[in-house]
Each structure stands twice: as structure tokens, then as C-alpha cells.
């Protein structure tokens, strides 16, 4: 089992860690769910037609799905905001630029799924991370910039000091990079309220935290 890093240092670890499934796999369950008649593996050639549409998509817009996966996120960073209504609202008006009412229309299904399978993903994350919801979306771009990395588990988010720490496993050869966007979320969080989201700085007082303005209020003079 790979080693825990805390902080840029090693330590050996025996908790276990969060690994996600790729987005598409993911998506399965709420495909069968929510368009049981594309999931079905169809007995007849003519049923299977939908099947591989839906996944004839996923091959050759992939990137183009996630992306319009991760803008709803990046402008929904709150959970309670991810609703299915909204999720559904948002991939009707993707793909616009798809040749094809077929194809769009498959590829609105693949988002909506997608979205609904990735945001589940973030909510099973979210219950590892012991900060204020302003810092989540932070975490969970960390994440998805490790998640592919070999041995990569993640373990953990907490507030210390008013900074975020990151805790996570990943095999040596993983390490350079899974360390790189640990510091890009460190220092996107030391400038990001934890509260809310918005530009903040660190504050202090009888203890520190990161905060803008309106979170900081009178108790956090500088
Ligand atoms: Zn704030």
C-alpha cells in the first residue's frame, strides 16, 4: 500500500481511502435508471441501435462531456445547489454544436448522467473534508487532478492554521504531480473564503481563517 503524504512528507498509512470510478462507468447506475431504455443490452439488432449511440457519444466527445460536467460544477460549487432539476436543466442546452439531432440528444443524455454520477462522486468526497463549504469545489479540482494517477486514494481535507491541508496516498511515480495540484489547491484556498467561496484572506485573531470581507466581519480586524 502506497505511503500517505501530509504536508510533503511521508508517512506510512493504513486507512482507507476514497478511489472514483472513470466518469462513463460511473454513470451506468443512473443511466439504468433514468434512460432504462438506452442502458438495456437489447435482445434485437434494432433495440441496440440506442446503446450504441449512447456510447458511441462517450467515444468521441469524452472530453467534451466532462468539460460540460466540470462549468456545471465550477458555477454550482454549493451542494445544495447540484439539484437533479438543475443537473437536467443544464445538459438540455449542451451540445448545441453537435451536428445532428441524434447525436445531440445523446449527448444531453450523457451529460445528464454523467453530471448526476459525478456529483454523487463529490458528495462521498465531501464527507472526508472537515472544512467550510467555500473551500469543496478546491478539494474536489485537487481530486479530480489525482484521480487518474497511479495508486492515487484520496484520504482527506481539513482547515489548520487557516490553511487547507490535503491528505492522500499515490505511488511514487504519481508523486511529483499529485504534489503540484496539492499546491495549486493551497494556494487557491489562501485566497478563497472558506466560507463562502469568494476572494478572501487570512485573518486573525484569538485564531486564523481564511474569509472575505463579509464573513470576516468586525470580529477579524488586520
Ligand atoms: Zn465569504
Not at 40 to 54: F, G, H, N, P, T
Request: glycine share 8%; net charge negative.
Amino acid at each position: 500500500m502506497p505511503d500517505r503524504i501530509v504536508g510533503g512528507k511521508v508517512i506510512l498509512d493504513q486507512r482507507k481511502s476514497i478511489s472514483i470510478e472513470p466518469i462513463k462507468e460511473a454513470a451506468e447506475p443512473f443511466l439504468q435508471r433514468l434512460y432504462p431504455g438506452i442502458w438495456q443490452q437489447a435482445e434485437s439488432d434494432i433495440d441496440q441501435i440506442l446503446r450504441l449511440m449512447y456510447d458511441g457519444v462517450w467515444r468521441d466527445y469524452c472530453d467534451e462531456i466532462e468539460a460540460d460536467i466540470h462549468a456545471f460544477v465550477d458555477s454550482h460549487p454549493v451542494d445544495e445547489h447540484r439539484t437533479e432539476p438543475a443537473i437536467k436543466a443544464w445538459s438540455q442546452q449542451c451540445g448545441e454544436k453537435l451536428e445532428g439531432e441524434y447525436s445531440q440528444s445523446y449527448y444531453r443524455v450523457a451529460v445528464h448522467v454523467g453530471l448526476v454520477a459525478y456529483v454523487n462522486q463529490m458528495r462521498e468526497l465531501r464527507r472526508k473534508m472537515s472544512c467550510d463549504q467555500g473551500w469543496h469545489r478546491i478539494v474536489e479540482r485537487f481530486h479530480d487532478a489525482c484521480a487518474l494517477s497511479t495508486g492515487f486514494g484520496f484520504l482527506g481535507a481539513h482547515e489548520k492554521w487557516g490553511g487547507l491541508r490535503i491528505t492522500y496516498r499515490c505511488d511514487q511515480v504519481a508523486t511529483e504531480a499529485c504534489r503540484e495540484a496539492e499546491r495549486v489547491a493551497i494556494e487557491h484556498a489562501a485566497v478563497t473564503c472558506e466560507t463562502c467561496g469568494q476572494p478572501g484572506k487570512l485573518r486573525q485573531t484569538a485564531w486564523r481563517k481564511t474569509l472575505c470581507d463579509e464573513h470576516a466581519g468586525s470580529r477579524y480586524n488586520d
